[in-house]
């Protein structure tokens, strides 16, 4: 078997991938009654990778893209796609969901209620599978998108009212019929994990962000600011 030496820093891998291969592989060995290849030398080695490339290094830092540029970009017409992508947008923006995540919302979950915490404040509460529910096996996860308010100039900019415009668009479609996601094709066929994520980073591209840039990048850099 051979390997390809890595030309440069950018492509090694980070150093928490490389702990969590070294303690899948140490587990195995246990299991076979082998002895572990975690020793001083081995410590001392995932120790200076950490230090030499650090857990999230390159999502930390300013966004490579002005935001509210990129917003700006959205397009507005009402055209399945548009509408499927301020809403998808939209909805990661806010809610800081993972790539694929927004498959696992339950459209027929998806309903205004009031906060509820805050009486004043009506949001759009939805049903959702998320990465810590699927580890521990809970049945899933509610969160919830914001109204704007009435008298906000940027209404089409609304997190909550553009996935109700999806849900409708998409209860619309024959294809809807045999499953309850919200993120389909135009012909309301479910999409897959790899084209979920997609959507976004090549909107992203297509407006000025560059090619390496991935839309889970975004989510782990405004997580960093709130």
Known sequence: MRFRTPTNRGTLPASSTIHQIMRAVDIHRRRQALPSLVDTRTRQLLRAMRHLRPV???????????????????????????VRLRALFLLRLVTLLRPSEPLSIKRSTIQAQRHPHDAGRLVLLFDYTSKSSARVGRAGDKNYVEFLADSSDNLVYCPARALLALQQRVEALPGARSHDSIITDEKGRQLGRDRCSTIIRDFMHRNGAPSPWKSQIGRASCRERV
């Not at 930390?60 to 796609?81: H, K």
């Open 56 to 82: 999230g290094e390159g999502r930390e830092g300013v966004l490579p893209i002005n935001l509210p540029r990129l917003i700006a970009a959205l397009p507005l017409d009402d055209s399945f796609f548009a």
